[in-house]
Nanobody, 123 residues
Framework: QVQLVESGGGLVQAGGSLRLSCAVSGRTLSRYTMGWFRQAPGKEREFVGR????????AYADSVKGRFTVSRDNAENTVYLEMNSLKPEDTAVYYC????????????????WGQGTQVTVSS
């Protein structure tokens, strides 16, 4: 089992920044891909970005490319989502997830999920 706990959400003005953290426990992560997803009210959960733990290769949704960065800290077993130039349309609950499917980008591909953290961007 893999346990994921997100933190760092909050209220921020448009143009501001936030950094989300996802503390991971339970397994050695070298074989995992870690993803970030978000879900706005009334919308489906969507892919934001992901990192392959070994090697650190990242990928992003077009809507966040150039503004968001996914990284990981091997020593702390933590994954981060750095969000800059935030827009009101970034408002959502953000989830961290884990999968053994390398490079996965779909919600169905991820087996383990955190509880989510709310990000609200005011205009």
């Amino acid at each position: 089992q893999v346990q994921l706990v997100e933190s760092g959400g909050g209220l921020v003005q448009a143009g501001g920044s936030l950094r989300l953290s996802c503390a991971v426990s339970g397994r050695t992560l070298s074989r995992y891909t870690m993803g970030w997803f978000r879900q706005a009210p009334g919308k489906e959960r969507e892919f934001v970005g992901r990192i392959i733990w070994t090697g650190g290769l990242t990928a992003y949704a077009d809507s966040v490319k150039g503004r968001f960065t996914v990284s990981r800290d091997n020593a702390e077993n933590t994954v981060y989502l750095e969000m800059n130039s935030l827009k009101p349309e970034d408002t959502a609950v953000y989830y961290c997830a884990a999968t053994l499917i390398a490079g996965a980008r779909t919600t169905a591909s991820y087996n383990y999920w955190g509880q989510g953290t709310q990000v609200t961007v005011s205009s």
